[in-house]
């Protein structure tokens, strides 16, 4: 972690989060330190549970920490949450909208919370509407709004005071490809006007798609962090996988020792290799197998992925936590 950073929207030291119950502990956060950069999107990747959300809870102020410190728009979110909030947008996963109110209401009400007068709140709402294409449910009620559409107007109402971070967490849980599209759109937007965002995923293709910079927490502590490409280039090679007909245990002892296989294991009966150039490894393969006497069923290669960092840092499949 960089520390000290200057021009740091975000910086924590040692957080952490416990919780008790009559019959145990349990440190749902423990002791994460970052940095994230003034302007980028910064992801949270992992899986529900992670400690995600309970590490935005507190630095959005929600939730007072156990431990540690951080500074969070410039405040002291320890002495000086007040300030915090004002500086800040939160999108929570649930989202913040009364389903029997009217959208553009909704808004300007949001306004008026933050000190805007009727005037300046109005003219607020307008703006969002035109911004997050709103147009053609701004004056209906909520509970009439596809999913999209409200996302896009929780977005909005974290939004309206204009904060220069805003917290999004799960922002696209339950969304169809085309509303998780333009909610993508959406943050890109606000990441070109100088925003920064903290958003917390378990969707590998978001995190990739959007963030220039991720961390990967599990089991509350931060197991990885840089660009995904960063992550990626140090899974070390690339990914070859495959079954065979009878001992997978057979095919893996046989490969294990070949001297493009930098790693090896087994994942659900199918045998993963870590190799150099998966295009000159697989004629090897290949070879190797048949030589042992070993039937190959199905064999794929890729190029690392955000799972595989996931897999090799936490020994699981993330796409399988997930599921």
């Known amino acids: 972690m960089a520390v000290g950073v200057v021009d740091a929207a975000i910086e924590t030291h040692g957080l952490r989060r416990v919780f008790k119950t009559r019959k145990q502990v349990v440190e749902a956060v423990a002791g994460v330190d970052l940095t994230v950069r003034t302007g980028e999107i910064f992801g949270f990747l992992g899986p529900n549970g992670a400690g995600k959300t309970t590490t935005l809870r507190m630095l959005a ?3 007072p920490p156990t431990g540690g410190k951080a500074t969070v728009a410039g405040c002291d979110l320890l002495t000086q ?10 999108v929570s996963q649930a989202g913040g909208s009364d389903y029997e109110v009217v959208g553009r209401f909704e808004l300007t009400f949001q306004g008026r919370l933050y000190g805007m007068t009727r005037e300046a709140a109005s003219k607020r709402a307008a703006e969002l509407i035109e911004m997050l294409e709103l147009e053609v449910c701004a004056d209906r009620t909520v509970k009439t709004y596809s999913g999209g559409q409200k996302r896009r107007l929780d977005i909005g109402l974290g939004l309206v005071h204009d904060p220069k971070l805003l917290f999004l967490d799960e922002p696209t849980t339950g969304l169809d490809p085309q509303s998780r599209a333009r ?20 969707y590998l293709d978001e995190a990739d798609a959007l963030c220039d910079r991720i961390a990967i927490i599990d089991y509350g502590k931060i197991v990885a962090e840089g660009t995904p490409e960063e992550l990626k280039r140090a899974v070390a090679g690339d990914v070859v996988t495959l079954t065979v007909a009878g001992s997978s ?22 045998v993963r290799l870590y190799v150099d150039r998966g295009e000159v490894a697989m004629p090897a393969i290949l070879r190797q197998l048949d030589a042992a006497g070993l ?7 890729h190029r690392p992925s955000l799972d595989d960092v996931f897999l090799r840092q936490t020994g699981r499949s993330l796409r399988e936590v997930a599921a």
């Open 61 to 63: 102020t929600l939730l």
């Open 295 to 301: 039937q190959l069923l199905t064999i794929g290669l």
């Open 249 to 270: 245990q057979a095919a893996l002892d046989s490969l294990t020792d070949q001297p493009y296989v930098r790693e090896a294991s087994i994942e659900d009966g199918s």
């Open 183 to 202: 909610v993508w759109d959406e943050v890109r937007r606000m990441h070109d006007r100088g925003t920064t965002v903290f958003l917390t995923t378990h």
């Open 81 to 90: 949450p007040d300030q915090v909030r004002k500086r800040i947008g939160y």
